[in-house]
């Protein structure tokens, strides 16, 4: 059964807002709005054959760019746990 995607956004909206202004430094709307959907589609794809684990992916805004890391804990009890990374300006690469 698919979730409610505004019942979950708003259960999670106080801490998602909380944990982009540490981040960011403001409750961006872009970041935070990524945030949520990352989250609904991992939790909503836990129920299907083969179910999403993580999401990486960058946000641009006015300020920079920042890199979203959203893993679901499918172990957690209840369901609906996610570890969250935010990091801004992210470089990575091989070198050789």
């Known amino acids: 059964m698919a979730l409610n995607s505004d019942e ?3 259960r999670l909206l106080p801490q998602a807002t909380t944990l982009v202004e540490k981040a960011v430094g403001t409750a961006n709307s872009v970041v935070l709005e990524a945030l ?5 589609l991992l939790e909503n794809s836990s129920n299907s054959n083969a179910p999403i684990v993580a999401i990486e992916r960058d946000v641009r805004t ?3 760019t920042y890199h979203l890391f959203v893993r679901r804990l499918n172990t957690s009890i209840p369901t609906g746990k996610f570890q969250i990374l935010i990091v801004r300006e992210l470089a990575s690469g091989l070198i050789q």
């Open 36 to 40: 949520l959907d990352a989250c609904y």
């Open 8 to 10: 979950f956004k708003h």
């Open 62 to 64: 006015d300020t920079g």
